[in-house]
């Protein structure tokens, strides 16, 4: 019976690799509304990625016990002051789920308090296909991805490509 259904489930997934693949760059960015983490780490009234359509979006999706992604947030919160007056949101998807908010409120509240922190559980992070962290992401004004990267090297380089792509939509 199992060797039926990997069977079957191979079958469905070779009509359509592409939906086994991580969103990418090219590629519309799938929407989603997830709840933002309130000042006080309680949950607050969703915010959809399609309200922000206009701006260009940086999407990280990380959690707090991730050392990269903590080393990311400075970096994050840099780019976001620098081209805030140009249009461009950082949107930070903690992917710990609700029980975690206080603690991912506490964690941005020290290293990017500006950015705009929402609380996933699951359904970015499945939609997406993440499945490593600090995932990344920049949206140009339509929606569509413009860059992605999976982890990063080292926060001056990282700060340097973002800026790169940055200018470039701007």
């Known amino acids: 019976m199992a060797l039926i259904l990997l ?3 191979t079958w469905s ?4 690799w592409s939906s086994l693949r991580p969103v990418h760059e090219g590629q519309l960015a799938p929407d989603f509304s997830l709840p933002r983490i309130n000042a006080d780490g309680s949950l607050g009234a969703p915010l959809a990625l399609s309200s922000l359509e206009g701006s260009v979006v940086i999407i ?6 991730c050392g990269p992604c903590a080393s990311a947030m ?4 840099e780019v976001a002051g620098q081209y805030k007056d140009r249009g461009v949101l ?4 903690n992917t710990e ?11 941005a509240n020290r290293l990017a308090p500006s950015l705009l922190l929402v609380s996933d559980s699951g359904l ?3 939609l997406y296909k993440v499945t490593t962290i600090p995932h990344m992401l920049v949206l140009d004004r339509e929606g569509r991805v413009q860059w992605v990267t999976r982890g990063f090297g080292t926060a001056s380089g ?5 800026r790169s792509i940055i200018d470039e939509l701007l």
């Open 74 to 77: 400075p970096v994050l919160e």
């Open 124 to 126: 970015a992070s499945r």
């Open 13 to 16: 997934a070779s009509k359509d």
């Open 90 to 93: 950082v949107l930070s998807v």
């Open 158 to 162: 990282l700060r340097r490509e973002l």
């Open 97 to 107: 789920g609700s029980s975690e908010a206080r603690a991912a409120r506490s964690m």
């Open 7 to 9: 069977g079957l489930n």
């Open 60 to 65: 990280d999706f990380w959690a707090t016990w």
